[in-house]
């Protein structure tokens, strides 16, 4: 009898809680905020710190920011933008040119790229281009850093020699993304002219890449340039030596009618893009994938000690 | 009908990916049934009866917890590929043939056994044609609503290396290609119904209605 108590009082304690995670709502008597904008994410860790990042810039400026993190991918967001679901998100120059406004040819140089992305968005789809950030979140291929030395492989064309030469033995992972996108893996083994033997190629979830490696699942990986795991693991990116990979710097993507309505966002912004190198960005990668912080945590450590927020 | 076009267009890819897909859903139901069949039966024998609760209770486990997470649990302990995914698939798919193997026996009226019992019948004897012929009809029920259930859980088997047709679901969702998903998510919804009317059919073979 008493068990049976015990577990009606814990059904009733998850309810509660259950309940209480729904009410964020403000009491009635406060004036509600004018300013509302509706930051958006993909879902691997740089994106969700990008978001936060601009979440609680645009806090300490008096916004009130609605939290769409998180969402599914490139296309998600971006469609997601163009029908006004979110207002603003971090998207990557070598992404937009090749996948959302598909030029055939990458640009390698970042300015470069930067301009015509910025110039072309405006003009086709009313998306603003606020500063972009120093750093370069390119793709790359990974492998342990003991095999890659022992193997002699520093670069995608010693990569592309080896598998050739032993053509059924390199196992191989990337997430769904990579491996269909144009820009992708079918471009980089039609340059470097190799294959992965088809059966030895595993797809799988994004983040879990960097353990598979580790974990010798599988012996080459790809991975972005930009996070902590590569280091905190061991393992090497591989030099780019035919520049195949485009340039990806990231830069808030602002919808042109919520541009116009808060012009403050490019001031607010920008200084906070110009901050983010590669350092940077690796560092607060490394807080939250290696150190387990979450990205609010880590966002907001780094916005205090840059002096960007109050 | 573009996810139609897209099957036609790689036919070999398509097979590959729905013979993963029910290798997956086959191999973890061989051993749910391997598995959760005897244990249900011994959960209901006198000597058991006291701890059933507690084993259905870390059974549970498997389902209560959602399905990506015992996906990603199952990675944790036996790496990528197809041997995580079907673990995890056998773990989700146990807790309804292990509660309605021991709910159907249970079920069965005390009166039965006992008279099974006045006739000079063993417990083995009992078990084997009183008990699991009148229990076959709910057991089978259980069996299979976690066969079904797992046709559409594999196609997370993908996130960790295992394929099958979440393959296509989840590249379709990242390049926001619709025909993509629908080619990995229709014949799922099918290879699930098609599945379901099969068991039925087993069924009424094993277990006619009284």
Known sequence: MKGRWLLFAMLAAVLVLAGCGGGTEKPAGEPAPQKVVTVGSKEFTEQLILAKVTQL???????KVNDKCGLGGTMICRNALLNGGIDVYWEYTGTCLLVQLKHEKPITDPQECYRVVKEEDLQKNNLVWLGMAPFNNTYVLMMRKPDAERLGVKSLSDLAAYVNEHPNE?????????????????????????KFPPDKVIKLDPGLVYKALSEKQVDVAMGFATDARIKALNLVSLEDDKQFFPVYNPAPVVRKPVMEKYPELADLLNPVAAKLTTEAMIALNYAVDVDHKTPDQAAREWLTAEGLTR | MGFVDYILANPAEFLKL????????????????????????????PRFQRVAESVVGVVNIGQSVPSLAVVGLAMGLLGLG????????????LLPVVRNTMTGILEVPAA???A????????????????????????????????????GTAALAFLIGGGGLGDLIFTGIALMDTPLVLAGAVPTAILAVVLDALMGLVERVAAPAV
């Open chain 1, 57 to 63: 810039v645009l806090e300490d400026a008096g916004f």
């Open chain 1, 170 to 194: 390199v196992r191989f992972a990337t997430d769904a993304e990579f491996f269909a996108r144009p820009d992708g893996y079918p471009a980089l083994e039609k340059l470097y002219g190799f």
């Open chain 2, 18 to 45: 729905i013979r993963q897909h029910l290798v997956l859903v086959g191999v973890a139901g061989a051993f749910t049934i391997a598995i959760g069949l005897p244990l249900g039966v011994t959960l209901t024998r």
């Open chain 2, 82 to 93: 197809f041997r995580p995914a079907a673990f995890a698939l056998f773990l989700y798919g």
């Open chain 2, 112 to 114: 039965v056994i006992e």
């Open chain 2, 116 to 151: 099974a019992r006045g006739m000079g019948m063993t417990a083995a004897q009992v078990l084997l044609r009183i008990e699991l012929p009148l229990a076959m009809r709910v057991i089978l029920a259980g069996i299979r609503v976690s066969l079904v259930v797992n046709v």
